[in-house]
């Protein structure tokens, strides 16, 4: 009976002590941009996640993220209550080795000056998580993006970067 006493206490600080390490995922975990919506004027509704050291880095860099992906990469499109993408948004930019050919323009554009803002803005915000630690804080928010991919397009034919 001593024994079961004192093994109760020491289970129940075993438990505290395991669960004061525990993180969310979400912090960690590298989410996939989403095109939710086509408005078919060139609009296109990005599902996009952004990290930061607080929540307005956060949604800057979700809208950083959500221009960079239609620029480079292949964006699934979701349609309806489906959660498996059954088409794919091409690039604008569809060259091999784009991103190290074109890097001082495309860090002119995501630079201090912030011209990507222009082509993007925020419908909806959602900060996920905060997760803390000794040397950093880390946001994660889920952003719901406007992109306007036609005027993205018009920018990047007049500056020589792709072919009409």
């Not at 939710?36 to 996009?48: E, F, K, P, Q, W």
């Not at 930019?93 to 890097?103: D, F, G, H, M």
């Not at 925020?122 to 406007?146: C, F, G, P």
Request: net charge positive.
């Amino acid at each position: 009976m001593k024994k079961l006493l004192l093994l109760i206490p020491f289970l129940g600080m075993m438990l505290y002590l395991a669960s004061c390490g525990t993180h969310r995922a979400e912090a960690y975990y590298d989410f996939e941009s989403k095109v939710i919506a086509n408005s078919l004027d060139g609009n296109y509704t990005l599902r996009v996640w952004g990290r930061g050291r607080n929540a307005a880095r956060a949604y800057q860099n979700a809208r950083r993220t959500a221009v960079y992906d239609v620029m480079f990469k292949d964006i699934q499109i979701q349609s309806g209550t489906n959660t498996q993408a059954t088409s794919v948004l091409r690039p604008l930019i569809t060259e091999l080795n784009a991103q190290e050919k074109y890097a001082d323009y495309v860090n002119a554009l995501f630079g201090n000056d912030k011209e990507f803002e222009k082509y993007c803005s925020i419908k909806t915000k959602r900060t996920v998580t905060t997760n803390y630690s000794r040397t950093d804080a880390q946001t994660v928010a889920q952003v719901t993006v406007l992109v306007n991919r036609q005027k993205l397009k018009d920018k990047l034919i007049q500056d020589g970067i792709i072919k009409k």
